[in-house]
């Protein structure tokens, strides 16, 4: 009897979507599952699969199926539950399956090819060149012929059947073990050793005192030369006298650096009691029910998750918690940590490859039970799931902008089904699609209006920068800031300035005649960076000096312009010069531990101001922290977005919210050219109901979600002409299929209409209910892979886009 593995091959660009069949060889039917990933020949190559089922016939003819090459294995990645996710996802999302596998595991699994090439002949056949690259194996990596310019001379060899090429699967983030030291427990005998070392070996004798008060301790070399004030030449005479050992210790790479106390679960409020009651009685039913938690900010919404958590573990089940990214400051996962110790996994971009992995592998082989992280950790890989949470359930980072284009939120709802159990989205601003959802009674709406502690929100004033201006104040803070300020520092009390947007407005531009310089590649303005003097593009990396006169008018009136992090640094030391100023921006935070580092320095009260970008917008929570300003309310507010709005209230909100948490009242302000705008008027109140019913109001009338769905059709060439071609053709071919109830807008150039050298073009589909809109955009796909894709065209589609 045969047996044949189904197999979702690493092929993009294939036209047909589906599995592909191949014989299972002998030696592995019993090792083979389903789940496991293998290689397989696909034509000339040999390529990634995950094997998706397994059964005993084929309609291949047997003569032409080919056999599994490789088990990479032997106990599988992906549970049944992935297998099935990743076909839904594969329709719900329009994405190849292989995506969507691919993104459920860490990209240590993700396997990357290496080209290898072997010796088949005696090494003497060879021309000299590839001799002297064979010499030390027979087996060599191609990038080795690459270097050395022999690839004229391999291909010869390979004509000549003398060699072959391999693709090999190379295994990423292996086990990581670390050389420590481990100090004698007996002190008797680390005194004996100190006797014994003459006087004059000073630093070996300073050293052994040292050791004696840390007897019996395992610790690593770098913190001994460290502590000790010792070098390696020391430790090294001092281990060979027996007052320590070298060990080697394997390690799972533990992000968090620290150790963190215990805490202990606080008395709820009524209202957090009242939210926990109804989570626990979904949880004990077996309710795959939607909770839309709506809690203002410090109103402990954290501690209703940390309590549903407990919950969910005393029945043996597991937890899986969504935070965005920015937010999974070390504060915020601390708080999950201090709870629930080692059983919870860490996830989130700033881990190495390796640590990713390790975290993945406490999860898979259940040695954790919760885990908190950013979007892709949706995924985590638990078996029984008992809560699933987002928190700031608003945030836009939920969505993946790449293939396949999920939103966290989807799958959590669909996990949730699968394990029947409830879901948790959380958020002092909640997103409109979900906020109109709970007053439909989808989700159910759990409400806390008051802070936990019944401290007052606190007080916003809206300051209109262009009366400052007008009375002659030409500064980026208006009077009532400074004097803010002022008062904040008499009482050593905190302040946390927000700048929106990393290096806002900081571009080069000519007084004289308004040109603004411009990335050759993207179309957009160049950010300006005063510590090498140089303007670079955000998107590709593209940078040039700043020039010394105007491309355009060759004035010499040409600078920067506008306010980025650094510019707002210099004017505070000017304004306060007694100041301790941290700064946060992606500029300070590049290297690891930076942010936790910065962020504990501010809650130790190493600094009187925090000056930041988003990053600082949310998870706070700091007792000293009594005025928050904003100094420019605008920015967002002008982003072509038809959620500009929505996202600029959000973050007034949620900034605001880091002041007067504690016992100490708080105030913000908030500085902009444009008070009368809506926004920025309703998130004086940090009311969300009338923002919500002001901005459904605008969305209703412009015809956008959630009272309709888009879809986003995006076709990009390096030729501006093919690009608009294509783009109208797609176009063209939509229309022929559609509806006159679906409304095809564009195409029109993007909002980038050039990024990393390719045009862009787009065409946007509005839609309520459009049964053949699915199906039509897979033929569209059909299409693009069966031929457009040979001429350099890349269409990609977006159901549910963020416009930005
Ligand atoms: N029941 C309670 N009793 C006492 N203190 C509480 C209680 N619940 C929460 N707190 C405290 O109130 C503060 C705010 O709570 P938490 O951070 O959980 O609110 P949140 O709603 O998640 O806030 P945000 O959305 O602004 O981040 C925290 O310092 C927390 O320890
Ligand atoms: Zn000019
Ligand atoms: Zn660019």
């Given at each position: 009897m045969i047996t044949v593995a189904q197999v979702i091959v690493?092929?993009?660009?294939?036209p047909v979507d589906r599995p592909f069949d191949y014989s299972v060889p002998a030696e592995m039917t019993q090792i083979i599952e389903i789940g496991s990933r293998v290689k397989v020949p696909f034509g000339p190559r040999n390529v990634l699969g995950f094997v998706v089922a397994i059964k005993?016939?084929?309609?291949?003819?047997l003569e032409k199926i080919k056999p599994v090459?490789?088990?990479?294995?032997?106990?599988?990645?992906?549970t049944a539950e992935m297998l099935e996710l990743a076909k839904w996802l594969k329709n719900e999302t329009i994405c190849y399956e292989i995506d969507a596998l691919q993104v459920m595991l860490p990209s240590a699994l993700r396997a990357k090819y290496e080209k290898i090439v072997n010796l088949q002949?005696?090494?003497?056949?060879?021309p000299r060149a590839l001799q002297e690259v064979f010499r030390t194996a027979p087996h060599v990596n191609l990038n080795v012929f690459e270097k050395n310019n022999l690839l004229t001379e391999l291909k010869q060899a390979l004509n000549n059947k003398q060699v072959s090429i391999e693709n090999i699967v190379k295994q990423k983030g292996k086990v990581k073990e670390v050389r420590k030291v481990q100090i004698t427990q007996d002190v008797q005998k680390l005194m004996e050793i100190h006797q014994q070392?003459?006087?004059?070996?000073k630093k070996q004798k300073q050293l052994v005192e040292w050791m004696q008060n840390h007897a019996g301790e395992v610790i690593t070399p770098e913190v001994i030369y460290k502590e000790a004030g010792t070098s390696s030449q020391v430790l090294k005479s001092v281990v060979e006298l027996g007052a320590a050992a070298f060990v080697q210790e394997e390690v799972f790479?533990?992000?968090?650096a620290k150790e963190v106390q215990k805490t202990k679960f606080l008395s709820l409020t009524d209202e957090q009691s009242s939210a926990l009651n109804q989570i626990m009685a979904a949880i004990d039913d077996k309710q795959p029910e939607t909770f839309?938690?709506?809690?203002?900010?410090?109103?402990g919404k954290t501690e209703v998750y940390l309590q549903t958590i407990a919950k969910v573990l005393s029945k043996g089940k597991e937890a899986i918690v969504l935070v965005p990214e920015i937010s999974l400051t070390p504060q915020m996962t601390e708080r999950f940590r201090s709870r629930f110790g080692e059983m919870v996994a860490v996830m989130h971009s700033g881990l190495s490859v390796g640590e990713k992995y390790d975290e993945w592998r406490k999860i898979h082989q259940g040695k954790v039970k919760v885990v908190v992280g950013a979007?892709?950790?949706?995924?985590?890989?638990?078996?029984?799931?008992g809560i699933i949470i987002l928190d700031?359930?608003?945030?836009?980072?939920?969505?993946?902008?790449?293939?396949?284009?999920?939103h966290a939120r989807d799958v959590a709802l669909w996990r949730a089904g699968y394990h029947q159990c409830p879901v948790i989205l959380g958020s002092a601003t909640p997103s409109l699609e979900s906020f109109a959802r709970a007053k439909k009674n989808v989700y159910k709406l759990l409400t806390l209006k008051d802070r936990a502690l019944k401290q007052s929100l606190p007080k916003v004033e809206i300051v209109d920068m262009r009366d400052e201006l007008k009375k002659?104040?030409?500064?980026?803070?208006s009077q009532s800031l400074v004097e803010s300020i002022h008062t904040r520092l008499e009482k050593n009390e905190q302040i946390v300035l927000f700048l929106n947007r990393?290096?806002?407005?900081s571009f080069v531009m000519c007084r004289d005649c308004g040109t603004v310089l411009q990335c050759e590649n993207c179309d957009i303005s160049l950010t300006y960076h005063r510590k090498n003097e140089k303007c670079k593009c955000h998107y590709c990396g593209y940078e040039i000096h700043v020039p010394?006169?105007?491309?355009?008018?060759?004035?010499?009136?040409?600078r920067f312009f506008g306010t980025g992090t650094q510019k707002v640094e210099e004017e505070l030391a000017k304004l306060f010069p007694g100041a301790r100023v941290l700064r946060m921006d992606v500029d300070t935070t590049r290297t690891k531990g930076s942010h936790e580092q910065l962020l504990q320095a501010f809650g130790d009260g190493e600094a009187d101001i925090l000056l930041g970008t988003?990053?600082?917008?949310?998870g706070l929570d700091y007792p000293n922290i009594t005025l928050v300003g904003v100094l420019s309310a605008d920015t967002s507010l002008?982003?072509?977005?038809?959620?500009a709005a929505e996202k600029t209230f959000q973050l007034l909100t949620q900034v605001s919210?880091?002041?007067?948490?504690?016992e100490k009242p708080g105030e913000v302000v908030v500085q902009t050219y444009?008070?009368?705008?809506y926004a920025i008027e309703l998130s004086q109140a940090q009311d969300y109901e009338p923002f919500y019913e002001r901005e459904m109001h605008m969305r209703h009338h412009a015809g956008y979600p959630p009272y309709y769905y888009l879809a986003l059709i995006q076709v990009s060439h390096e030729d501006v002409l093919m690009a608009a071609d294509y783009a109208g053709k797609a176009v063209e071919w939509l229309r022929s299929q559609l509806s006159f109830k679906v409304s095809i807008i564009g195409p029109t150039a993007s909002g980038?209409?050039?990024?990393q050298n390719r045009y862009r073009y787009q065409c946007l589909l509005k839609y309520k209910v459009e049964p053949d809109l699915i199906p039509t955009l897979l033929q569209l796909i059909k299409i693009y892979r069966s031929n457009w894709i040979k001429k350099g065209i890349n269409l990609t589609i977006d159901l549910d886009p963020n416009m930005i």
């Open positions: 690493d092929v993009a660009a294939y005993n016939e084929t309609d291949v003819p090459s490789q088990l990479l294995d032997f106990e599988p990645v992906l002949t005696d090494i003497e056949v060879l070392i003459s006087n004059r070996a790479r533990d992000p968090f839309l938690l709506h809690g203002v900010t410090g109103s979007r892709s950790a949706v995924f985590a890989p638990f078996e029984n799931v700031e359930e608003h945030e836009s980072t939920y969505k993946q902008e790449d293939s396949p284009r999920y002659g104040n030409r500064s980026m803070f990393r290096g806002y407005s010394k006169t105007c491309p355009q008018c060759q004035s010499d009136h040409i988003q990053m600082i917008a949310k002008h982003l072509p977005d038809f959620r919210g880091r002041a007067g948490r504690h444009t008070p009368e705008h980038i209409s050039r990024l």
